[in-house]
T-cell receptor, first 112, second 112 residues
């Protein structure tokens, strides 16, 4: 959607770090999410961050939230070829129960 | 626990027909949301059900409808299919009202 912006493509070499960025306009979210989609599959929840946090680390994944700039990022350390997929950021909104707002997705390609 | 299941996984229909898709949420989950994913529009919210009540509806024509049963299973129906309805239809379930959405593998619908 138009409320969430993501760059469409990212290419990295295996073993490097990947950083996927997302900017948003609405600041009423409670949770902010990162989902992964592999070809022909549904969405896999990777991680999420509560809106009053600045950072969350989960194994190779680090989520950074800059509320002032309305910027969310996902860092994948030691990126592997199996990480090649489309990554979506998503947000809820306090006023709309049960609905997530998604970015257009970033296609991550990892080269061996 | 078994994940979200969707049936059928693949479907081919012709214009003017109608189709029913089914979603079984994770056991114990009470909320089911439906999304349409297309290359052109990305992920778009269709509707959300909680305890058999539709709480939220996206911006889709009345040809798209849904319902939820007492066991939390949900169905969506699309009548008078159009070519543009070709998409991956994803459903997601959550335990309650303000929690993380877990997605199924999707139903890929092709309208000829």
């Amino acid at each position: 959607g138009e409320d969430v912006e993501q760059s469409l493509f990212l290419s990295v070499r295996e073993g490097d770090s990947s950083v996927i960025n997302c900017t948003y306009t609405d600041s009423s979210s409670t949770y902010l999410y990162w989902y992964k989609q592999e070809p022909g599959a549904g969405l896999q929840l990777l991680t999420y961050i509560f809106s009053n946090m600045d950072m969350k680390q989960d194994q190779r994944l680090t989520v950074l939230l800059n509320k002032k700039d309305k910027h969310l990022s996902l860092r994948i350390a030691d990126t592997q070829t199996g990480d090649s997929a489309i990554y979506f950021c998503a947000f809820d909104r306090g006023s709309t129960l049960g609905r997530l707002y998604f970015g257009r997705g970033t296609q991550l390609t990892v080269w061996p | 626990k078994a994940g979200v299941t969707q049936t059928p996984r693949y479907l081919i229909k012709t214009r003017g027909q109608q189709v029913t898709l089914s979603c079984s949420p994770i056991s114990g989950h009470r909320s089911v949301s439906w999304y349409q994913q297309t290359p052109g529009q990305g992920l778009q919210f269709l509707f959300e059900y909680f305890s058999e009540t539709q709480r939220n509806k996206g911006n889709f024509p009345g040809r798209f409808s849904g319902r939820q049963f007492s066991n939390s299973r949900s169905e969506m129906n699309v009548s008078t299919l159009e070519l543009g309805d070709s998409a991956l239809y994803l459903c997601a379930s959550t335990p309650g009202e303000w929690e993380t959405q877990y997605f199924g593998p999707g139903t890929r619908l092709l309208v000829l």
